[in-house]
């Protein structure tokens, strides 16, 4: 054999081994589902929190500005604290979102260790599963692998955690 076949070998081989891996991880993540997801990891987001009592400070700072202006004054007030207050929510949302991933990937390492070239994976799988609850990863690992959409790959899962 020459080096050029040996070496497509151990690519395919390494292939293999990384979608086992992958297999391996999403069928871990639809058996400990109520375990890792849990509904109020949400509220764990105190940064948020902070955020959002700021903006409710501000809010009503100009609430009280807004009652002893005059009418012109009253419009634009109205109109800067409404940007303002979809600007905090907006941040809000984002960093709750972030957070819940986060408290769900400490959730997953509570129960098992993971190498660290799993714990990547296990990020993408968990942030997945986070935005389609009602659908279980092992069905949309099948139907991937069978339209060989390439979906469940290495590659595409550490765009998802890197977006």
């Known amino acids: 054999m020459t ?3 040996n070496l497509q ?5 390494e292939a293999k081994q990384s979608e086992d ?4 991880l999403v069928n871990w993540i639809d058996e400990h589902e109520k375990q890792v997801i849990r509904p109020q990891d949400i509220f764990f987001n105190w940064k948020g929190a902070l955020l959002l009592l700021v903006g409710i400070s501000f809010a009503l700072v100009e609430i009280l500005n807004f009652l002893t202006s005059t009418n012109i004054d009253k419009i634009f007030t109205l109109l800067t604290l409404i940007v303002i207050f979809l600007a905090f929510i907006s941040i809000v949302l984002q960093t709750t979102e972030q957070n819940a991933i986060e408290k769900r990937l400490k959730n997953a390492s509570k129960i098992k260790t993971f190498a660290d070239k799993e ?8 942030k997945i599963k986070s935005k389609n609850k009602e659908l279980k990863l092992g069905i949309l690992y099948a139907i991937d692998k069978e339209t ?3 979906f469940f790959t290495q590659n595409k899962l550490l765009e998802i955690i890197c977006k």
Request: glycine share 8%.
């Open 9 to 13: 070998k151990d690519m395919s081989r």
């Open 3 to 5: 080096n050029k076949e």
């Open 119 to 126: 714990k990547p994976l296990i990020k993408a799988l968990i």
């Open 148 to 150: 060989n959409g390439g």
């Open 21 to 24: 891996k992958i297999f391996e």
